[in-house]
């Protein structure tokens, strides 16, 4: 086969002497269930010496469900299983990983999905952008001012995934009835109630095991955050898409202390133990 010598991104890959059809030879076998399955890519470019293919599957994960990576020093290419998180992820172009400004970009230009069925759970992809955005934030990566901005941008050419809405709604009115009654919902709830009811769906999770996986992390993140004297900003941030980037900011906060409360809970366990221990 004659040596390719274009400048597309395929022949941007090792060895680019084997041309277009041994490479793509060579990508089905590091990926075979992308020849067999339908999936969304995006290509990343500029990514650091240091960054390894966890560090990638990691930082894209965000995204929703990825499929395969190919990693290939400096570039990669990441198969998504849905084309709302292709999209996420190339709202990302410009994010920061490992000390590098990564450059994501697309050949194809990928649709949000407009699947409605609320029979199943939500998936990553089902996310508000500026939600996601604030995940990151709260995570510790560094995402500028123009991705937030970003964010919004879609969120408001687009709207609030219906999947989402109805999942949001369904736990608002599932913990309020099961904390505080019947036809109760927790954000619509006084204040002066709202410890306790908090309280009370922190049991109903931990009864559900809602808390034992980092997917689950945000059910119950949401059950509480809804439960808080904040619950009203909290919806209004999920629900709405009038927002500024100092609201991602907020919400990256929230979650980020609800996060440390959650991990530094069963550490704390033994301690109290040993105290009482040592007044007895």
């Known amino acids: 086969m004659r040596p390719c010598t274009c400048s597309c991104k395929i022949c941007k890959l090792p060895n680019p002497d084997a041309g277009h059809d041994d490479v793509t030879d060579t990508a089905a076998n590091i990926a075979p269930s992308s020849a067999t399955t339908m999936t969304y890519s995006v290509q990343i470019a500029n990514i650091a010496p240091t960054t390894t293919r966890d560090s990638l599957h990691e930082f894209f994960s965000f995204c929703g469900t990825i499929q395969s990576i190919d990693h290939h020093g400096e570039t990669a290419t990441i198969h998504f299983e849905k084309s709302s998180a292709a999209k996420t992820a190339l709202m990302l172009n410009g994010g920061t990983l490992d000390g590098m400004e990564l450059a994501v970009a697309s050949d194809k230009e990928h649709e949000d999905d407009h699947n409605v069925d609320s029979s199943h759970p939500i998936e990553q992809s089902d996310k508000p952008r500026a939600g996601i955005a604030a995940e990151y934030l ?23 995934s219906k999947r989402f809405l109805s999942y949001l709604n369904s736990v608002d009115q599932t913990v309020g009835s099961k904390t ?101």
């Open 180 to 280: 505080l009654g019947p036809g109760q919902t927790i954000s619509g709830k006084a204040t002066e109630t709202i410890s306790t009811a908090t309280q009370q769906a922190r049991a109903v999770d931990e009864q559900k095991g809602y808390s034992k996986s980092a997917t689950d992390f945000f059910h119950q993140y949401y059950s509480k955050a809804l439960a808080s004297p904040l619950g009203g900003k909290v919806r209004e941030f999920y629900t709405t898409t009038t927002k500024q980037v100092l609201d991602i900011h907020e919400e990256a906060k929230r979650i980020s202390s609800e996060h440390k409360a959650s991990t530094a809970a069963p550490a704390e366990a033994p301690a109290t133990a040993t105290e009482k221990d040592k007044a007895a």
């Open 138 to 160: 709260a995570k510790g990566y560094v995402l500028s001012d123009n991705i937030l901005t970003r964010a919004i941008k879609i969120d408001s050419e687009r709207g609030i």
